[in-house]
């Protein structure tokens, strides 16, 4: 099974950047597709951004889309997201996971790490 490490989270003002980042256990990394989620306090998780296993195909929630970034790097078993452009409704608990496919990334695979805390100060 897929373990995760997410680190890089603090706090930023609005407009600000930050850049997360998931170790990932395994030799099989780079053959699953990787994806960002978070969550807020007293709401549910929810999708952020995925990318396929090569890299080559990124998806984004439309609430992220154009001010976040998702990138991965297989030789180092570690998927990035980048947050620019950051709003206080960003501020959350960001998480990484792993799945077969993006188009199953609704249902990972690995085990949930302990997040990132990210606060965003307007």
């Known amino acids: 099974q897929v373990q995760l490490v997410e680190s890089g989270g603090g706090l930023v003002q609005a407009g600000g950047s930050l850049r997360l980042s998931c170790a990932a256990s395994g030799r099989t990394f780079s053959s699953y597709a990787m994806g960002w989620f978070r969550q807020a306090p007293g709401k549910e998780r929810e999708f952020v951004a995925a990318?396929?296993?090569?890299?080559?195909?990124?998806y984004y929630a439309d609430s992220v889309k154009g001010r976040f970034t998702i990138s991965r790097d297989n030789a180092k078993n570690t998927v990035y997201l980048q947050m620019n452009s950051l709003k206080p409704e960003d501020t959350a608990v960001y998480y990484c996971n792993a799945a077969v496919s993006v188009a199953t990334m609704h249902t990972p695979i690995g085990s949930w790490g302990q997040g990132t805390q990210v606060t965003v100060s307007s």
């Open positions: 990318i396929s296993w090569s890299g080559g195909s990124t």
